[in-house]
């Protein structure tokens, strides 16, 4: 499995982005999908997850009401809608694929900052 991000950028306090996650490969057996985020000197963290089969999704505190993530399986395409964008959420923002006994996949990453 190969995933790609997109859609970062610079954005001003207030602002929104929508990121972008393609999966390719063997795609069919992927369940959890997730972003998480790396900011400079922190440890990665989870930022959202969407899950197989009816779509659940989980949020962090610190990004719920602000964040939505989606997914389009017709696509292999997972999306995170960032509105209200602080700078605290500025960080590298990767996207995480899982598949039942493999090791996690991770996208490149992405570069979200947020001037105030």
């Known amino acids: 499995v190969q995933l790609v991000e997109s859609g970062g950028g610079l954005v001003q306090a207030g602002g929104s982005l929508r990121l972008s996650c393609a999966a390719s490969?063997?795609?069919?057996?992927?369940?959890?999908m997730s972003w998480y985020r790396q900011a400079p000197g922190k440890q990665r963290e989870l930022v959202a997850a969407?899950?197989?089969?009816?779509?659940?999704?989980n949020y962090a505190d610190s990004v719920k009401g602000r964040f939505t993530i989606s997914r389009d399986n017709a696509k292999n395409t997972m999306y995170l809608q960032m509105n209200s964008l602080k700078p605290e959420d500025t960080a590298v923002y990767y996207c995480?694929?899982?598949?039942?006994?493999?090791?996690?996949?991770w996208g490149q990453g992405t570069q979200v900052t947020v001037s105030s």
């Open positions: 995480n694929a899982e598949r039942l006994g493999w090791d996690p996949y």
């Open positions: 490969g063997s795609t069919f057996s992927i369940t959890t």
């Open positions: 969407i899950f197989s089969g009816g779509g659940s999704t």
